[in-house]
């Protein structure tokens, strides 16, 4: 009955609602809708693994993200993914709607699903939604209504519920689950026994989470009836205290922040910090930026920060992020021009009003209560505490806050800045510099403030002034610096002249007690004795060349910088001054009006566009993150892709592969494309990232915020592709590694190395009897050349000999053939003479045929023996006459080959007479000459030649003397056709 009485109290204790204080600065919200990452709505279940990507049960798979990229995994059936767990052997173990399995890594790093459903009876596989799963010990449970699967050693038993199971979860090291009958059961030795009855349970009651708070309890929320603490296996109610609070509203589920603080997750306002006795320190809901309030899932990363799985979209908060915005509704999205601690306030300068609020106890100023308050609207440009009286610049004139009032001081123009100026102990005295230059101020008493007048001809804005001794520095953007000397209020302007860099965008500070410009090319520093300005020797080393637009010193003696819109500082703490930006507020500062205001290492203002920023800069450089970085993606690019790696490595988690996995691939896929990322969530604007390809590269990259590399044409060989990160603190992670070949083209590989040796020995060979023969044959060339040229001496000489020899043989034959001509000439004047001696005779005989014809005629009967000797003495000579023709035919067959022989040879009825008239012919006789030897008339010859002519049978065509020249020869007439009469023929 005291058990029952301590719920009704406890109902009626529900009802009561309080209120909390919110602080004016706001944890950083990022929103993640489903067009964002590309899957369903809801996200039922979050998780995260060893290298730091996060997991999601979604209404249309398992969700990854790993800072940078977001990838679905469904399961087979398509179903809803209510729930998931990392199992000890790294496993991603699953539940879906009558759907059981794992997640894990294959050979090439894809993550592949593995369906556990074949392990459990066919007749229990309807089972519908799996709504919880704990990793207990070796053995993974899955809960759904009506069963619950426990999956040890490769096999499932089934656990069925009294009525229907509700809730499973692990209470301090004690797996428990809750039947709607039974009330809660814990597990032991395989068997579910009585942990806290029914009857001791609120009527309804429904559990959505078991969070540790403390070794031996644990903080329980539920669907309807608040939030209960159990030590042992007593429950007692857990209420909430602070902001509008209904304790009955339904929760959602809880994580464990840090030994002090808790997440409490809602279906309707969102999130809320409690510490350890209820008192509500956040809430985070639609109003400070979630996308909903109807929170599915809760969960607190490695990192400390706060991840929302939604009804609609997944939420991050950097719950531990050291930067805050200050930009509570009552700013009204103003700039933050100026900012200022004034005794026991905060006071605000922005862009519409001067605003307040009481500070608080805590040292981090982000904390203080959210009590802002209006003081006066309108464009405020500067707080300034001079002489302990809080000074305001405004567009309207210069006003003093006394007791949280306005007091006006000078509104005949508008003011920018106020600086002590350096005076005797009875004067106080303000340098202000307003729109029309530098105006001077006393301060009499504590009260009154009195107006001096204007210092120097100096005309024009003034709101960059500082105070060094004797002098006041102004400078002007886009006119120069200025020298005012206080006692003649002598001017002087410097230019790049006077050793600027440039005219433009010179700014006055004072760091360390000496007046500073910041320039476009670094910090310079003012030579007196030169009467110059040259670059800083102690800035330098740090800044370099750097742009520079604003410069702060802290309390610490760190020096606050912007540059390009990048708040940044320099941290003197160390023995080298270290150089940090802040990315994250890149952009996000008041540009050209840049303000800094640094109360101490827990507590640094910047202004911004809208509002202003809280670094709690200690925090800053605590929270530093082991970085970690690995390569989630690696594919090989040809007309296609192909993944070689996934991005998991083996069950260790490890990126480390054996040697044997280290893949080759072939040649014509040797372009490369790699993905990686750092899974640091609330600093992913400060991670850059730096690679080499061993093997190509010959060192690492330049540090870049891409996330993705590719390498295309790569040669054959080894080659470890090799990344890492760093933040902006300089902090580098270990190196992620990933091993492969590229193996060598078809004419590069051992087999054609092979062929190509043999080949190589072929043309060797081929080389060689190719030279071989070649030589060969040059040799036999050059043989045949001398064979050739000796061949041809030979010839030369043997043409020469020879030439020599026909010389000698024509001289001979000339000779001979002289010899032979006067031969043939001394036989024709032979044959000449004989045939004039026969001429003679003939004509002998024709004066003895006169002599006769004479006797006849003279009629003597008697004829004296003295005539008649004469006669016979005549014919006695013509017997010699017969003789000398048989010498003339021996003469002429000898002269002209036996010609008559060979005439009479072949005509055998050719007479003497016509025997001799061919001889005659053929010594080319005229037909005078023949007539006379042939004692014929001319006329006769002619009749004697065509007799001839006929008898021989010669064509009439054919030149008779040329007949018979061939005959003697032997051959046919050179030309019959030529028919001109010779010598013969006339």
Same mark, same amino acid.
């Given at each position: 009955?005291?058990?029952?009485?301590?719920?009704?109290?406890?109902?009626?204790?529900?009802?009561?609602?309080?209120?909390?204080?919110?602080?004016?600065?706001?944890?950083?919200?990022?929103?993640?809708?489903?067009?964002?990452?590309?899957?369903?709505?809801?996200?039922?279940?979050?998780?995260?693994?060893?290298?730091?990507?996060?997991?999601?049960?979604?209404?249309?798979?398992?969700?990854?993200?790993?800072?940078?990229?977001?990838?679905?995994?469904?399961?087979?059936?398509?179903?809803?993914?209510?729930?998931?767990?990392?199992?000890?052997?790294?496993?991603?173990?699953?539940?879906?709607?009558?759907?059981?399995?794992?997640?894990?890594?294959?050979?090439?790093?894809?993550?592949?699903?593995?369906?556990?459903?074949?392990?459990?009876?066919?007749?229990?596989?309807?089972?519908?939604?799996?709504?919880?799963?704990?990793?207990?010990?070796?053995?993974?449970?899955?809960?759904?209504?009506?069963?619950?699967?426990?999956?040890?050693?490769?096999?499932?038993?089934?656990?069925?519920?009294?009525?229907?199971?509700?809730?499973?979860?692990?209470?301090?090291?004690?797996?428990?689950?809750?039947?709607?009958?039974?009330?809660?059961?814990?597990?032991?030795?395989?068997?579910?026994?009585?942990?806290?009855?029914?009857?001791?349970?609120?009527?309804?009651?429904?559990?959505?989470?078991?969070?540790?708070?403390?070794?031996?309890?644990?903080?329980?929320?539920?669907?309807?009836?608040?939030?209960?603490?159990?030590?042992?296996?007593?429950?007692?109610?857990?209420?909430?205290?602070?902001?509008?609070?209904?304790?009955?509203?339904?929760?959602?589920?809880?994580?464990?922040?840090?030994?002090?603080?808790?997440?409490?997750?809602?279906?309707?306002?969102?999130?809320?910090?409690?510490?350890?006795?209820?008192?509500?320190?956040?809430?985070?809901?639609?109003?400070?930026?979630?996308?909903?309030?109807?929170?599915?899932?809760?969960?607190?990363?490695?990192?400390?920060?706060?991840?929302?799985?939604?009804?609609?979209?997944?939420?991050?908060?950097?719950?531990?992020?050291?930067?805050?915005?200050?930009?509570?509704?009552?700013? %009204? +999205? $103003?700039?933050?021009?100026? *900012?200022?601690?004034?005794? =026991?306030? @905060?006071?605000? #300068?922005?862009?519409? /009003?001067? &605003?307040?609020?009481?500070?608080?106890?805590?040292?981090?100023?982000?904390?203080?209560?959210?009590?802002?308050?209006?003081? %006066? +609207? $309108?464009?405020?440009?500067? *707080?300034?505490?001079?002489? =302990?009286? @809080?000074?305001? #610049?405004?567009?309207? /004139?210069? &006003?003093?806050?006394?007791?949280?009032?306005?007091?006006?001081?000078?509104?005949?123009?508008?003011?920018?800045?106020?600086?002590?100026?350096?005076?005797?102990?009875?004067?106080?005295?303000?340098?202000?510099?307003?729109?029309?230059?530098?105006?001077?101020?006393?301060?009499?008493?504590?009260?009154?403030?009195?107006?001096?007048?204007?210092?120097?001809?100096?005309?024009?804005?003034?709101?960059?002034?500082?105070?060094?001794?004797?002098?006041?520095?102004?400078?002007?953007?886009?006119?120069?610096?200025?020298?005012?000397?206080?006692?003649?209020?002598?001017?002087?302007?410097?230019?790049?002249?006077?050793?600027?860099?440039?005219?433009?965008?010179?700014?006055?500070?004072?760091?360390?007690?000496?007046?500073?410009?910041?320039?476009?090319?670094?910090?310079?520093?003012?030579?007196?004795?030169?009467?110059?300005?040259?670059?800083?020797?102690?800035?330098?080393?740090?800044?370099?060349?750097?742009?520079?637009?604003?410069?702060?010193?802290?309390?610490?003696?760190?020096?606050?910088?912007?540059?390009?819109?990048?708040?940044?500082?320099?941290?003197?703490?160390?023995?080298?001054?270290?150089?940090?930006?802040?990315?994250?507020?890149?952009?996000?500062?008041?540009?050209?009006?840049?303000?800094?205001?640094?109360?101490?290492?827990?507590?640094?203002?910047?202004?911004?566009?809208?509002?202003?920023?809280?670094?709690?800069?200690?925090?800053?450089?605590?929270?530093?993150?082991?970085?970690?970085?690995?390569?989630?993606?690696?594919?090989?690019?040809?007309?296609?892709?192909?993944?070689?790696?996934?991005?998991?490595?083996?069950?260790?988690?490890?990126?480390?592969?054996?040697?044997?996995?280290?893949?080759?691939?072939?040649?014509?896929?040797?372009?490369?494309?790699?993905?990686?990322?750092?899974?640091?969530?609330?600093?992913?604007?400060?991670?850059?990232?730096?690679?080499?390809?061993?093997?190509?590269?010959?060192?690492?990259?330049?540090?870049?915020?891409?996330?993705?590399?590719?390498?295309?044409?790569?040669?054959?060989?080894?080659?470890?592709?090799?990344?890492?990160?760093?933040?902006?603190?300089?902090?580098?992670?270990?190196?992620?590694?990933?091993?492969?070949?590229?193996?060598?083209?078809?004419?590069?590989?051992?087999?054609?190395?092979?062929?190509?040796?043999?080949?190589?020995?072929?043309?060797?060979?081929?080389?060689?009897?190719?030279?071989?023969?070649?030589?060969?044959?040059?040799?036999?060339?050059?043989?045949?050349?001398?064979?050739?040229?000796?061949?041809?001496?030979?010839?030369?000489?043997?043409?020469?000999?020879?030439?020599?020899?026909?010389?000698?043989?024509?001289?001979?034959?000339?000779?001979?053939?002289?010899?032979?001509?006067?031969?043939?000439?001394?036989?024709?004047?032979?044959?000449?003479?004989?045939?004039?001696?026969?001429?003679?005779?003939?004509?002998?005989?024709?004066?003895?045929?006169?002599?006769?014809?004479?006797?006849?005629?003279?009629?003597?009967?008697?004829?004296?023996?003295?005539?008649?000797?004469?006669?016979?003495?005549?014919?006695?000579?013509?017997?010699?006459?017969?003789?000398?023709?048989?010498?003339?035919?021996?003469?002429?067959?000898?002269?002209?080959?036996?010609?008559?022989?060979?005439?009479?040879?072949?005509?055998?009825?050719?007479?003497?007479?016509?025997?001799?008239?061919?001889?005659?012919?053929?010594?080319?006789?005229?037909?005078?000459?023949?007539?006379?030897?042939?004692?014929?008339?001319?006329?006769?010859?002619?009749?004697?030649?065509?007799?001839?002519?006929?008898?021989?049978?010669?064509?009439?065509?054919?030149?008779?003397?040329?007949?018979?020249?061939?005959?003697?020869?032997?051959?046919?007439?050179?030309?019959?056709?030529?028919?001109?009469?010779?010598?013969?023929?006339?």
């Amino acid at each position: 009955m005291p058990l029952r009485f301590t719920y009704i109290v406890f109902s009626l204790l529900l009802r009561l609602t309080l209120f909390s204080q919110s602080y004016i600065a706001q944890r950083e919200v990022v929103n993640y809708n489903k067009h964002q990452y590309n899957a369903g709505t809801q996200n039922w279940n979050i998780k995260q693994d060893d290298q730091g990507r996060l997991y999601f049960a979604n209404n249309e798979g398992v969700l990854v993200f790993d800072g940078t990229y977001w990838k679905l995994y469904p399961l087979p059936n398509k179903t809803i993914v209510r729930s998931i767990v990392f199992g000890r052997d790294h496993r991603l173990y699953v539940g879906g709607q009558d759907e059981i399995g794992y997640f894990s890594p294959d050979k090439s790093g894809k993550l592949t699903y593995t369906s556990l459903n074949e392990l459990i009876p066919e007749k229990e596989r309807n089972f519908s939604d799996i709504w919880n799963i704990v990793s207990f010990g070796d053995d993974i449970f899955f809960r759904s209504t009506n069963k619950v699967f426990r999956y040890s050693n490769h096999t499932i038993s089934i656990n069925h519920p009294y009525s229907s199971w509700l809730f499973l979860g692990v209470l301090n090291d004690t797996l428990i689950v809750h039947d709607e009958q039974k009330g809660i059961l814990y597990y032991e030795n395989g068997i579910w026994k009585p942990f806290i009855e029914k009857q001791y349970l609120p009527p309804g009651f429904f559990i959505t989470s078991i969070t540790a708070f403390a070794p031996d309890s644990g903080l329980i929320t539920t669907g309807k009836n608040g939030i209960f603490l159990v030590a042992g296996k007593q429950l007692r109610p857990f209420l909430l205290k602070g902001n509008t609070i209904d304790n009955t509203q339904n929760f959602s589920g809880s994580v464990t922040i840090d030994a002090e603080h808790f997440g409490i997750s809602t279906y309707t306002n969102g999130i809320f910090i409690v510490d350890k006795k209820g008192q509500v320190l956040e809430n985070i809901s639609l109003k400070e930026g979630l996308q909903n309030s109807n929170i599915r899932s809760l969960f607190m990363d490695r990192d400390k920060n706060i991840w929302m799985g939604l009804d609609n979209g997944i939420d991050f908060v950097a719950y531990n992020n050291a930067i805050k915005q200050l930009n509570p509704a009552i700013f %009204n +999205g $103003g700039g933050g021009y100026s *900012l200022i601690q004034y005794r =026991n306030s @905060l006071y605000f #300068a922005l862009s519409n /009003g001067i &605003y307040e609020t009481a500070l608080p106890a805590s040292r981090d100023l982000s904390y203080t209560p959210n009590n802002i308050r209006l003081l %006066n +609207g $309108g464009q405020t440009w500067g *707080l300034n505490n001079i002489n =302990n009286n @809080l000074l305001v #610049a405004r567009d309207d /004139g210069f &006003y003093r806050i006394a007791n949280n009032e306005m007091q006006t001081i000078s509104a005949e123009t508008g003011y920018w800045v106020f600086q002590s100026l350096p005076s005797p102990p009875e004067q106080k005295l303000i340098a202000a510099g307003n729109y029309n230059g530098v105006r001077i101020f006393e301060q009499v008493g504590n009260n009154q403030i009195i107006d001096k007048g204007i210092l120097s001809t100096l005309t024009g804005s003034t709101r960059f002034l500082e105070i060094d001794g004797a002098n006041i520095w102004v400078s002007h953007p886009y006119r120069g610096v200025y020298k005012i000397n206080r006692a003649n209020a002598a001017v002087k302007l410097y230019t790049h002249a006077e050793g600027l860099p440039s005219d433009l965008n010179n700014h006055v500070y004072k760091l360390k007690g000496r007046i500073v410009i910041a320039t476009e090319k670094g910090v310079y520093e003012y030579d007196s004795l030169k009467d110059r300005f040259l670059p800083s020797d102690f800035y330098k080393p740090i800044f370099g060349e750097t742009s520079l637009r604003y410069l702060k010193e802290g309390p610490q003696g760190n020096i606050w910088f912007v540059h390009e819109k990048t708040p940044g500082i320099v941290d003197f703490s160390t023995a080298k001054p270290s150089v940090f930006y802040l990315p994250e507020l890149k952009g996000r500062i008041l540009s050209g009006f840049e303000y800094i205001y640094p109360v101490d290492e827990n507590n640094v203002f910047i202004g911004g566009e809208t509002g202003f920023y809280h670094i709690n800069y200690q925090k800053y450089k605590e929270n530093i993150h082991p970085l970690s970085t690995y390569i989630r993606t690696v594919k090989s690019i040809s007309s296609t892709d192909s993944l070689l790696f996934g991005g998991y490595a083996n069950n260790t988690g490890s990126d480390n592969r054996a040697k044997e996995d280290i893949p080759a691939v072939s040649y014509r896929w040797n372009s490369f494309h790699f993905e990686y990322s750092s899974p640091l969530f609330e600093q992913q604007l400060n991670i850059e990232y730096s690679y080499l390809l061993k093997g190509f590269d010959e060192e690492w990259s330049e540090w870049t915020k891409k996330t993705e590399k590719d390498y295309t044409n790569l040669p054959a060989g080894n080659y470890t592709f090799s990344v890492k990160a760093r933040n902006n603190l300089n902090n580098e992670s270990t190196v992620s590694s990933y091993s492969f070949t590229v193996l060598p083209p078809w004419y590069q590989s051992w087999w054609a190395r092979l062929f190509y040796l043999a080949l190589a020995i072929l043309l060797i060979f081929i080389a060689y009897k190719w030279q071989e023969r070649k030589h060969l044959k040059r040799e036999a060339i050059r043989f045949a050349e001398e064979r050739k040229k000796y061949e041809d001496e030979q010839k030369r000489i043997t043409y020469q000999h020879q030439l020599e020899l026909e010389k000698s043989e024509k001289e001979l034959i000339r000779v001979q053939n002289e010899k032979l001509e006067t031969e043939i000439e001394f036989k024709n004047s032979e044959l000449a003479s004989t045939a004039m001696n026969l001429v003679q005779k003939k004509e002998f005989i024709l004066k003895v045929k006169q002599e006769l014809q004479h006797f006849i005629r003279s009629g003597k009967e008697k004829i004296e023996t003295n005539e008649l000797k004469k006669v016979v003495h005549i014919l006695s000579d013509e017997e010699k006459l017969n003789e000398e023709w048989e010498q003339f035919s021996l003469h002429f067959n000898k002269v002209h080959g036996d010609f008559l022989i060979i005439l009479k040879e072949k005509f055998p009825d050719l007479k003497p007479h016509e025997l001799k008239l061919c001889a005659y012919l053929r010594m080319n006789l005229s037909s005078k000459e023949i007539a006379q030897l042939m004692s014929i008339s001319v006329r006769g010859v002619e009749i004697s030649r065509y007799r001839l002519r006929k008898k021989l049978q010669i064509p009439t065509e054919v030149n008779l003397f040329q007949f018979l020249f061939d005959l003697q020869t032997g051959s046919a007439p050179a030309n019959p056709e030529n028919n001109e009469p010779g010598a013969g023929e006339v």
